[in-house]
């Protein structure tokens, strides 16, 4: 991944969006399906039923 950016809501701190550019989407999958991301997300308070994906085009 590169490009990484980070966002956070003004009005709720805890709602937060980082938004990369990501060259391989099945290698993201395969990487957020695995025990070191469900240890990063448990370790930084990310609860997965919130998470979102979304995909747009570079254009």
């Known amino acids: 991944m590169t490009n990484i950016r980070t966002f956070v809501d003004p009005q709720d701190p805890a709602r937060v969006a980082v938004m990369t550019d990501v060259p391989d989407l099945d290698a993201?999958?395969?990487?957020t399906q695995g025990k070191a991301a469900s240890e990063a997300m448990a370790f930084d308070s990310?609860?997965?039923e919130f998470l979102v994906?979304?995909?747009?085009?570079?254009?």
């Not at 994906?53 to 254009?59: E, M, N, Y």
């Open 46 to 48: 990310v609860e997965p």
């Open 53 to 59: 994906l979304t995909i747009g085009s570079a254009g």
């Open 28 to 31: 993201l999958n395969a990487v």
